[in-house]
Nanobody
Framework: QVQLVESGGGLVQAGGSLRLSCAASGSIFRVNAMGWYRQAPGNQRELVAGIARSGNTNYADSVKGRFTISRDNAKNTEYLQMNSLKPEDTAVYYC??????????????WGKGTLVTVSS
C-alpha cells in the first residue's frame, strides 16, 4: 500500500501565494508521473498540473504562469507553488501518483485533499 499525504493548504488573500506538498510513502519501487488536481464545490475534479519522473511538466491553461509544479524523486515528494492566487482557485487540491510496486505491479493513488481558500 501507498499513502499520499498533502500539506500546505489554507486561507490566503487574492494575490497571495501558497505552497502545497505531497509525500508518498509505503511499498514503493518507483514513483512515476505525479500530479495535482482540484475540485471546487459543484465542479468536477480537474487537472491542475502534472510532472513526469523526468521533470517534464504540463499545466491547465487557467494556472499557466502562476503555478509551478516540481518534485524531489529522492523523497518521493511533489510540490505545487501557487502564486498570484485568485478566488476562482478556491478548491480542495488532491495529489496523485502513479506508483510501481516491488514485484512490478503499477497503481495510481490519491491523497485525501487539502483545502485552499482564496478570499477576495
Amino acid at each position: 500500500q501507498v499513502q499520499l499525504v498533502e500539506s500546505g493548504g489554507g486561507l490566503v488573500q487574492a494575490g497571495g501565494s501558497l505552497r502545497l506538498s505531497c509525500a508518498a510513502s509505503g511499498s514503493i519501487f518507483r514513483v512515476n508521473a505525479m500530479g495535482w488536481y482540484r475540485q471546487a464545490p459543484g465542479n468536477q475534479r480537474e487537472l491542475v498540473a502534472g510532472i513526469a519522473r523526468s521533470g517534464n511538466t504540463n499545466y491547465a491553461d487557467s494556472v499557466k504562469g502562476r503555478f509551478t509544479i516540481s518534485r524531489d524523486n529522492a523523497k518521493n515528494t511533489e510540490y505545487l507553488q501557487m502564486n498570484s492566487l485568485k478566488p476562482e482557485d478556491t478548491a480542495v487540491y488532491y495529489c496523485n501518483a502513479d506508483v510501481t510496486h516491488w514485484g512490478g505491479s503499477r497503481l495510481t493513488y490519491w491523497g485525501k485533499g487539502t483545502l485552499v481558500t482564496v478570499s477576495s
